[in-house]
């Protein structure tokens, strides 16, 4: 059986990615039997920015004195 794990971070105690493993290391522990894949995901709150760097985005910084950006 193939298995999608794909869970979001659960707040101040574990991240999304951390999660899926420790999904999938129970699901292997219960019954090898599965074909595991993990995602991390987020749902725009914390640790989206980490999700969004684990699929390949750029960090970039820049100073603002109010919210136009000027």
Not at 2 to 10: E, G, H, K, N, T
Request: net charge negative; proline share 1%.
């Amino acid at each position: 059986m193939r298995v999608l794990i794909a869970p979001d971070s659960f707040k101040e105690t574990l991240s999304s990615q951390e999660a899926g493993t420790a999904i999938a290391q129970g699901l292997q522990e219960a019954a090898g039997h599965f074909s595991l894949r993990t995602l991390s995901v987020a749902d725009g709150g914390e640790g989206t920015s980490q999700v969004l760097l684990e699929r390949g985005a750029v960090r970039h910084e820049a100073s603002a004195t109010n919210i136009y950006g000027e």
